[in-house]
């Protein structure tokens, strides 16, 4: 059906069409929720008719929404009306390869330009190929695979588009075998014609699949080679008047390899055969092979054996010596062979490759990484020991260099000489340094453990403090100094010490409800007060020996130009997305890990998930945003969530089971941290609407509206914790000037008592116990660089127990559903700790079996990440997308680029 400009689908308005192929039509749209630009693909007829057809269609794009790739574009939802229904998938602006390809050969293009230049090609070849690469690994055939299902954005990067929907649109059972394999959909503008369409599709169709067998991955491989051939020529490798002759020339013609542009490398004319074999077991096996290839790096220079003339014979002994010599020279030059032929990228050549974690991460967030300077090895910090590894660039394993601790090690950062690795250790609250080779570590000064990065610079640390600023610190020990110091509320990360004595850090401001803002870029000198505000939104920022500054926003490294002297700043270019964290060495080569990072100002994007003890995780039915704080209700039929990009918040409510999207139950302000009332009708939630930080509730069906419950006095935040099973009470934290006082809210006439005497210098999390007897709460003070964990009975009578030993960094707290276990977070990486309680005469705890934390960790200054289902039996939770894919044994890719800078140069100019 065709739809009209205005009409909704669910929370998308149809902004106008796109186009129509094989898939049906495509319209652009606007997400009211979120606020952004979507394609929705209304599918045929044929399909949403066809109720066994429909449930394939479901189950492949439900493996298809799993791929997460900064080239691969995006599935965000599947929306059915009675009337249609229509995949949402992410919008990609720009123009796609066809329409590129389709100017060179224009009337007025350049003379003598057939095909692409060699320099943008290249590029555009090896980001498909990440993508083909990406999709290959989780089991997903692209199956249609050609320009027009390429596009290139204004900044260079590529987005491949409909991964595997040809094969979702299959039919299925008797109407499968009247449909032509050439009916794969393809996505035109309304003003092609069908056949159009056929050759579109038809004529980088692999040869097995023209005949109609079944394909594996190198069908892909085929049509990725038609489709470079195609853009380095500027003809299609196999062209043809109709659909028999464009069939036959795939299935018995070569490509016109006289076509190719004479200044096209060897290497990549050779990948191009390897890719166009017709006999798919000729071809390259996998893309990983085809892009390594096309980068030179199985490239090798021939060894050249000199011409040795005839001589008379001599005596046997003297005759021995030389041969003597010559073994002990062939060996000192075989070692020296084998040296100078080691894995390394050519001066000038950028290199792409993935080394996999040997370790599992669990589901803990993105681990710290680096890189040293001269580029020859890496270091990272991962489980199972929660340990530091360390891997030369080319080696075939990792092996630690530090023992196992309670928490995973941070901020990694070599010595500018690269034999010595400084890092935080949350277990000791305390910056370390150990040797490359390993060996005892030694302890360069206490700090807490709110140290997010750390600088290696000269004989100095660097780095910066929640509460405190930016500091240094003689990398051989001693006190720390302050830097730089921060304004009240000032939050600073990831500082930089230039060569000129200026720091270059990400700095953002948090509210007195410890709500952090977006960062921005600044730099700023030490002694004065100064700053310049460089980039409005960004974090963990670098300046680069080529006159560039990197840094993070929403999840992308980005680049600009920068003058140092002048302070000029030119426009930024997306360099890589889904990036992680990340280093740069001296020499040039860039280290990331895959995935989203956790920064000051960034949400990152999340998925709520059911996961039982054993790790076992089944998200719901939301696809993946920046979520925070999910609550379940007590009767366990909804969950209250927050969105939150910074520049928007909200509360928002699922019904799990019903089959419906969730929906925003909150308008009118940032509105922040759910809690459920017992009886599970409202949602009490912290909101500014009018102009205070006090809290609210509001029906859970959206009827009516939000009644105030607090109006806390200027300055002061109020912030929900949990209502007691009786109805009559609310335990909620008072913020202001940095200390939070515990308080219990009256439900019936709003008035407040302090609990306890809680007094903490971090949100304390309260919660009652199912029966309401006792209150479990953390607490820090002054005196102490960790949280603690206690319970007082309800009403506080003055006695308290003490849960988290000192040694840990005991927080977010919560009971199960039965009030028999009390779990917390005893710290960073993938914890949790679960204690056994006895409460009938008196209140007593012991351990408990241990419980798999696949769910995403946060510091004691954020909302807890996590509930308890009613069930008993399993955690809400938040959970990164590869934690979720890969269930509890995450895997994510460390991915290195040599000789990054020189792509750098090319793209940010």
Not at 656 to 670: Q, V, Y
Not at 761 to 781: L, N
Not at 836 to 848: E, I, K, L, N, Y
């Amino acid at each position: 059906m065709a739809l009209s400009v205005g009409t909704r689908l669910g929370p998308y308005e149809v902004t106008g069409p796109l186009g129509v192929g094989g898939m049906g039509e495509v319209y652009r749209a606007t997400d009211t929720n979120l606020k952004r630009q979507v394609a929705l693909k209304v599918l045929p007829a044929a399909v949403a008719a066809d109720v066994e057809r429909l449930a394939r269609f479901q189950r492949e794009a439900e493996v298809l929404a799993a791929l997460n790739h900064p080239n691969i574009a995006g599935i965000y939802g599947l929306e059915k009306t009675p009337e249609c229904t229509a995949l949402v998938m992410e919008l990609v602006e720009g123009e796609d390869l066809s329409q590129r390809i389709a100017r060179l050969r224009a009337p007025g293009a350049s003379a003598g330009q057939a095909g692409m230049p060699i320099d943008e090609v290249l590029p555009i070849a090896r980001q498909i190929a990440e993508a083909l690469e990406a999709a290959h690994e989780q089991g997903i055939i692209h199956r249609d695979l050609k320009p027009a299902n390429i596009k290139v954005r204004a900044d260079g990067t590529v987005k491949v588009l409909d991964f595997g929907l040809a094969k979702a649109l299959e039919p299925v059972g008797p109407a499968a075998s009247g449909v032509s394999a050439s009916m794969s959909p393809t996505l035109t503008t309304p003003a092609m014609t069908a056949m159009g369409m056929i050759l579109g599709t038809a004529a980088y169709m692999a040869p097995e699949q023209a005949r109609g067998k079944a394909v594996d991955k190198r069908a892909d491989i085929w049509a990725f080679g038609a489709v470079v051939f195609e853009m380095l020529a500027g003809q299609r490798a196999f062209p043809g008047d109709d659909l028999t002759d464009t069939l036959a020339a795939v299935v018995k013609l070569e490509p016109g390899w006289e076509a190719l542009p004479p200044d096209v490398p060897d290497r990549v004319r050779r990948v191009l055969h390897a890719c166009l074999r017709k006999d798919p077991r000729q071809r390259l096996g996998d893309m990983q092979s085809v892009r390594l290839a096309l980068e030179g790096a199985f490239d090798t220079a021939p060894v050249v054996a000199p011409v040795v003339a005839p001589t008379p014979p001599r005596p046997w002994w003297r005759r021995a010596l030389p041969i003597a010599a010559a073994a002990l020279g062939a060996s000192v030059l075989t070692g020296g062979a084998m040296w100078m032929t080691r894995p390394t990228a050519p001066a000038g050549v950028v290199s792409r490759f993935v080394v996999p974690f040997e370790q599992g991460l669990q589901g803990s967030s993105t681990p710290p990484i680096a890189i040293s300077p001269d580029g020859t090895r890496i270091a990272y910090a991962a489980l199972p020991g929660r340990q530091i590894f360390v891997r030369a660039i080319g080696a075939l394993a990792a092996r630690p260099i530090t023992e196992a601790r309670p928490a995973l090690p941070r901020a990694l950062a070599f010595s500018p000489q690269g034999d010595w690795i400084a890092y935080l250790d949350p277990t000791d609250s305390a910056i370390k340094r150990v040797e490359v080779t390993g060996g005892a570590p030694i302890t360069v000064c206490t700090t807490p453990s709110d140290v997010y990065a750390i600088e290696w610079s000269g004989d100095s640390l660097v780095y910066a403090r929640d509460e405190g600023g930016i500091m240094r610190v003689p990398a051989s020990g001693g006190e720390p100094q302050q830097l730089i110091a921060l304004g009240k509320h000032e939050v600073a990360a990831a500082p930089r010490l230039l060569d000129d004595g200026r720091v270059l850090f990400s700095l953002a401001e948090r509210t007195p409800a410890g709500m952090t803002g977006p960062a921005r870029v600044v730099l700023q000198k030490p002694g004065e007060s100064t700053r310049t505000t460089l980039v409005d939104n960004g974090y963990a920022p670098r300046y680069l020996p080529t006159g560039h500054l990197v840094y993070g926003a929403d999840d992308v490294l980005f680049g600009r130009t920068f003058n140092l002297a002048t302070g000029a700043v030119g426009g930024a270019v997306s360099l890589v997305e889904g990036i992680g964290r990340y280093d740069v060495s001296a020499t040039g080569s860039l280290v990331h890990v895959t995935g989203p990072v956790s920064a000051i100002g960034q949400r990152t994007q999340r998925t709520i998930a059911l996961i039982d003890r054993a790790g076992k995780a089944e998200a719901l039915g939301i696809p993946p945003g920046p979520f925070g704080t999910p609550r379940m209700s007590p009767d366990g039929r909804r969950v209250a969530f927050e969105v939150n990009d910074t520049r928007d918040a909200s509360i928002w409510v699922y019904d799990i089971g019903a089959g419906r999207s969730a929906r925003r139950l909150t308008f009118g302000g940032r509105d922040r941290f759910p809690v459920w009332s017992y009886d599970s009708q409202r949602v009490i939630f912290q909101s500014d609407r009018e102009g205070d930080l006090g809290l609210f509730w509001q029906r859970a069906d959206g009827a009516g509206a939000a009644e105030r419950l607090t109006r806390p006095d200027r300055g002061v935040a109020h912030e929900a914790q949990s209502a007691s099973r009786d109805g009559r009470w609310l335990l909620m934290d008072q913020t202001a000037d940095g200390k939070t006082s515990l308080m219990v809210l009256s439900l019936g006439d709003k008035s407040t008592t302090p609990f306890g005497g809680v007094v903490s210098t971090r949100p304390t999390g309260a919660i009652f116990s199912p029966d309401d007897r006792w209150v479990a709460y953390s607490t820090r003070d002054t005196a102490r660089t960790s949280n603690v964990v206690f319970v007082q009975p309800f009403p506080a009578t003055g006695a308290k127990v003490q849960i988290s030993p000192d040694t840990e960094d005991g927080h977010h707290q919560v009971w199960s559903s039965d009030g028999k276990e009390l779990y917390y977070t005893p710290g960073g990486g993938d914890r949790l700790t679960a204690v056994t309680v006895t409460a009938s005469q008196g209140f007593a705890f012991g351990p408990a079996p241990p419980v798999v934390r696949l769910f995403v960790n946060a510091a004691p200054t954020n909302a807890r990440t996590f509930d308890v289902a009613r069930d008993g039996q399993r955690f809400l939770g938040l959970l990164t997308p590869d934690a979720l894919n890969a269930n509890a044994s995450a895997r994510p890719e460390i991915r290195i680029v040599l000789n990054w800078f020189e792509e750098l140069k090319a793209r940010v100019k």
